[in-house]
């Protein structure tokens, strides 16, 4: 079977992607399998067409490839692919939409506030840390609402950290969630 696995991209992640596909190219070619790999650009819609792959393997991290564009793309070339569907892929990647999917679930999951830029300017730092404050109390978790790889993470101890933090996390979004910190281990689980 010939397999394109589509990885880079110019997201953030790009990095972590690379990485991940090595490991997925490396197997694939262990199984017996014809990869493609493809560093996703302008050009994918043509190296999709010439190279004719059966299935892609979805390589990329971050916006651009885990919200749900590649894989619209990828269905309307008719070209199966791993992970969830465009929708499903859409909502994963908009942390506070998938927050509310979760709750309105019955999911347990941290009570958070998200602001936009926009909106936190016209709070004002000061309302908005109260606002924080009065909410959820500390500590907190501040992050980026749409990047993975723990890009633009911050952890606020208490009402001090939160400026530092809300500039780590808008350095990378115009949205930012903060959420109640839960002590305990993270785990990260991938999902095929």
Not at 53 to 71: I, N
Not at 107 to 115: G, I, S, Y
Not at 125 to 133: D, F
Not at 172 to 180: A, K, S, T
């Amino acid at each position: 079977m010939k397999v394109a696995v589509l990885k880079g991209g110019r997201s953030l992640e790009r990095g972590v992607s690379l990485r991940s596909a090595a490991r997925v190219e490396d197997a694939l070619e262990g199984l017996g399998h014809e990869v493609l790999a493809l560093d996703i650009g302008a050009d994918l819609v043509s190296r999709l067409r010439d190279g004719r792959p059966d299935a892609a393997f979805v390589a990329l991290h971050g916006p651009g490839g885990e919200d749900g564009t590649v894989q619209e793309l990828l269905e309307i070339l008719g070209i199966p692919y791993t992970g969830p569907g465009v929708a499903a892929c859409a909502l994963c990647m908009d942390k506070v939409a998938a927050k509310h999917e979760l709750r309105s679930a019955g999911v347990p999951t941290p009570d958070w506030v998200a602001f936009n830029a926009t909106a936190f300017r016209e709070l004002g730092a000061g309302e908005a840390l109260e606002e924080i404050e009065d909410r959820m109390g500390f500590p907190l978790v501040v992050k980026p609402a749409s990047q993975g790889s723990s890009l633009g993470v911050k952890f606020a101890s208490s009402r001090d950290e939160v400026p530092g933090a809300l500039v780590a996390a808008f350095s990378y979004d115009d949205r930012v969630l903060l959420e109640r910190y839960v002590a305990g281990r993270e785990l990260a689980v991938s999902v095929l």
